[in-house]
């Protein structure tokens, strides 16, 4: 009678487990359908501004044919760059989903931070030829040892936290790419700047998709509030971590993020290079 009693009570608590693991699932579902919807609702918001900036502009200049050219520049001009803050937002966004639903092929190799930090910098000297930006250095310090992942994502994560640096600090300022070792498996690089810095309290939810500082800034710096999420996304894909910091206003800011080092194991194992 014990044992049957037993058996009895053993195959309730495996289905109050499986009831309460349902559950779990259920509530994981619609936490999962909540996310989707909400990212439908700002991602919807976020393009049908331009698209209605756009939307007038055409309606204008096809309504007063006796528009001043002048005015007439100045609407072509507006919706131009509206089409081109449409065309960021959606090519952001998918690369956002892409990394989030894991539909992202990675291509680790082992590489000398050197390298990369050169062609991520490569890409603001040929800019800076037409546009006024602060100066931007590199620090590496001496012997760190080769990194893995993937280069193209890697040079994607320091050029968007330059172009960050770049946008929110003034031409005459200065950004300083850094690479120290954080520890025996991590080599950290630091992107410091010397522009306006961010809130304490804003230091984590520059992460957020879709964060960005007053409206009146985003007209003026053109980006589309995904960067940041995107950044994360990649270094936390090769394992690493990303973090803010900032004295405050006015005083700059530093991104800091951690890359692995390449292990012995997987140097003895031949899979150094473009492995
Ligand atoms: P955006 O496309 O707006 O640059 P990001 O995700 O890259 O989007 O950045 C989100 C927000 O974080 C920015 O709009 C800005 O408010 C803040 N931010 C990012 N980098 C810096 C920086 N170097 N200095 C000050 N604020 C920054």
């Known amino acids: ?158 050029a968007k936290i330059v172009d960050n640096a770049c946008k929110f600090t003034p031409p005459q300022g200065q950004i300083t790419i850094k690479a120290t070792r954080n520890s025996d498996r991590m080599v950290e690089v630091t992107v410091a700047d010397t522009g306006r810095g961010i809130e304490p309290n804003r230091l984590e939810v520059v992460f957020d998709r879709f964060y960005q500082e007053e409206g009146a800034l985003r007209r003026t710096t053109g980006g589309t509030g995904l960067g940041l999420a995107i950044c994360r996304q990649i270094v936390n894909g090769w394992g690493g971590e990303i973090w803010a910091d900032s004295r405050g206003k006015d005083k700059g800011s530093e991104f800091h993020f951690t890359i692995p080092i390449v292990s012995q194991k997987s140097e003895e194992l031949g899979m150094g290079h473009g492995a």
């Open 1 to 158: 009678l014990v044992k049957a009693i037993a058996t009895q009570v053993g195959s309730a608590l495996i289905q109050a487990e499986a009831y309460a693991n349902l559950e779990d699932l259920n509530q994981q579902l619609e936490a999962l359908d909540r996310t989707r919807s909400n990212l439908i609702a700002i991602t919807g918001h976020e393009l049908r501004t331009p698209l209605s900036t756009i939307q007038v502009c055409l309606e204008s200049l096809a309504s007063e044919p006796d528009m001043p050219l002048e005015l007439q520049q100045v609407m072509l001009s507006t919706a131009l760059a509206d089409s081109e803050r449409m065309r960021k937002l959606v090519q952001d966004f998918l690369t956002l989903s892409n990394l989030e639903s894991g539909r992202v092929e990675w291509h680790p190799e082992s590489l000398t931070i050197e390298e990369c930090v050169e062609l991520a910098i490569s890409r603001f000297r040929t800019r800076s030829k037409t546009e006024k930006q602060p100066k931007i250095k590199s620090k590496i310090a001496p012997n760190l040892p080769l990194i893995r992942a993937d280069g193209d994502w890697l040079v994607e994560v320091l």
